[in-house]
């Protein structure tokens, strides 16, 4: 297996979509306005705008003028407490990993033994329609009433019985992989087939209005048949059971890249069973939904610039010469009783820390443990309207999205921390203002389960109605012990360092300096060091070193 990362060399598609951007004050290349009241991921409804504070602007050097713009702007560096390359980032980090292998905790959806000798192969398996697994559009017991048939104008009712729903499934996209390329109306109809108790209930006016009146609408539909084509492979690529990570179950799964664009291809077509609804009574309610029926519809520009991002995935991995030939490890963590700090006696003292109001997590924190200012559903509102800084990370990083297949809503001591996904796009702005720019080449080594050194750390906030609940001690205790799960390491001094921001604050109600000094106490306990970027808020960034300098001075512990 080759350690090196394909190239897409899909630039004159960003020109096209750099054209098609109205002519702005907002998009001029001009230093951008940080939003004054950023929000935070909603915990309490999947469909509102995730609005933990963060806007991190993505870029890739050379790759485009506002993804050098971006840089630029990126790399004045504030004043701190210590420089940020005197922190630790992954590819420092000489974690032994091991042989690639199965245990009860860590399902591998690849074969390992060819992966020793190079390459990456399904493992073989079975089909297993549980409770505790992934119900998969094509397996054996997903069934469908049967169609009724049309003869021109006219339905036939077929009567009482089911036929494969699997069967219904690939008619349609086979369909559709056999063309050059297919309208947004012949993508609705199919989706629709297979989902008929939904017709008149589905809107597709967002995905009709991408690329409209641009070009890039001929792209786009060429595109749609070969999307159809890569679902369809999804009974090769995945043989065996996928299991949910469900609460309380510390477990990891990993899968390669390939597995990854077929799952989130199948999840385009909305294929998923029992996927569709959130009912309270609903077999899945307590996870995020999965497939982009939502996204599809009520047509906005927030919608049209998020289509933008993931076509541009699937721009890459549909192509034989680009697609991804890596592995991702999503791990769900829990902190047990018996791991749990007394905080009360704890004489651990301060880590270093960098605290700038200049800069990103993803781009001056790349290579740290990423913090993602998550919804306890995981992705938050990604297939939907949010548009914040979890929504534009999965945005950026597609292979995420794939998390909310299996990912059960996160408990108070609970964490996602995903190794090894990939970017794929250069934007700027945040919310309302956000574009998407371009295409971004991942240049990041691989270790040697062959992941880009890339880890993310999906950890929520509690939402506070009022202020002042937050000074609560249980309250207090809640986060320290949630950040802590995060940031507790597995591996020793061997891990990378933090880099975090204004997590739980904007409409949560957090109060900036309470949630730094939470997060300084966690990454104290766990022994690593923290970058805290506080995204234009300079009064926080002084403040912050202010409280650092003095708590270090007088040599306090947690």
Request: contains cysteine; glycine residues 6%.
């Amino acid at each position: 297996m080759s350690g090196e990362n394909k190239r897409n060399d899909s630039h004159q598609i960003a020109a096209l979509l750099q054209s098609d951007i109205p002519e702005t004050n907002e998009n001029r290349e001009t230093k951008p306005k940080i939003p004054e009241n950023r929000k935070d991921s909603s915990e309490k409804t999947r469909s509102s705008e995730p609005s933990m504070s963060g806007n991190s602007h993505l870029e890739k050097a050379g790759k485009s003028s506002e993804c050098e713009l971006r840089r630029s702007q990126s790399s004045e560096v504030g004043s701190s407490c210590c420089q940020l390359e005197d922190l630790k980032k992954l590819p420092q980090c000489d974690l032994k990993l091991g042989k690639l292998s199965f245990t009860k905790s860590h399902i591998v959806l690849i074969d390992v033994n060819a992966f020793r000798c190079g390459d990456i192969r399904p493992q073989e398996g079975r089909d297993l329609w549980h409770h505790k697994y992934v119900k998969l559009p094509c397996s054996p017991s997903s069934w469908s009433p049967k169609p009724d048939i049309e003869a021109g104008p006219v339905k036939i009712k077929t009567g009482p019985g089911h036929v494969s729903r699997w069967g219904l499934i690939s008619k349609k996209l086979n369909a559709l992989a056999s063309k050059k390329a297919a309208t947004v109306e012949e993508v609705k109809e199919s989706i629709l087939k297979y989902n008929p108790c939904y017709k008149g209930k589905w809107s597709f006016d967002a995905l009709a209005m991408l690329g409209k009146p641009s070009p890039l609408k001929t792209h786009f539909e060429t595109l749609f048949p070969k999307i159809a084509a890569l679902a369809l492979k999804l009974p090769e690529q995945v043989k065996k059971a996928i299991p949910l990570l469900q609460h309380q179950e510390p477990t990891s799964i990993t899968l390669s890249q390939v597995q990854i664009s077929c799952l989130l291809a199948n999840a385009f077509y909305c294929t998923f069973p029992h996927r569709n609804t959130t009912r309270p009574d609903a077999e899945y309610h307590n996870y995020p939904s999965i497939n982009f029926s939502r996204l599809f519809g009520n047509q906005s520009e927030r919608k049209t610039q998020k289509l933008h991002a993931i076509m541009q995935y699937f721009n890459v991995v549909t192509d034989e010469k680009s697609k991804p030939e890596g592995l991702v490890t999503f791990e769900r963590r829990n902190l047990n009783n018996a791991d749990v700090p007394k905080w009360e006696k704890c004489n651990d003292t301060m880590q270093k820390l960098h605290v700038t109001s200049k800069g990103e997590i993803e781009v001056e924190g790349k290579g740290m443990l990423q913090v993602d200012f998550a919804a306890s559903w995981i992705g938050g509102g990604v297939l939907d309207s949010g548009l914040v800084q979890e929504e534009i990370l999965f945005l950026i990083n597609p292979e995420l999205i794939v998390s909310r297949l299996f990912t059960e809503k996160l408990d108070d001591n609970e964490c996602l921390i995903i190794t090894g996904t990939q970017q794929f796009s250069c934007y700027r702005g945040f919310s309302d203002s956000f574009k998407w720019i371009g295409p971004y080449d991942d240049d990041l080594e691989r270790d040697e389960w062959g992941r880009l050194k890339r880890q993310i750390l999906a950890i929520d906030a509690l939402h506070f109605r009022h202020h002042r609940d937050q000074y609560n001690m249980a309250k207090i205790r809640r986060e320290l012990n949630k950040a802590y799960c995060g940031f507790k390491s597995h591996h020793g001094h061997q891990e990378p360092d933090i880099a975090t921001g204004k997590w739980g604050c904007g409409a949560f109600n957090g109060d900036p300096e309470l949630k730094a000094v939470i997060q300084l106490m966690a990454a104290a306990k766990a022994k690593r060091g923290l970058a805290f970027f506080t995204f234009g808020d300079d009064d926080l960034s002084r403040g912050l070193q202010e409280i650092y300098n003095l708590l270090v001075a007088q040599n306090m512990t947690v």
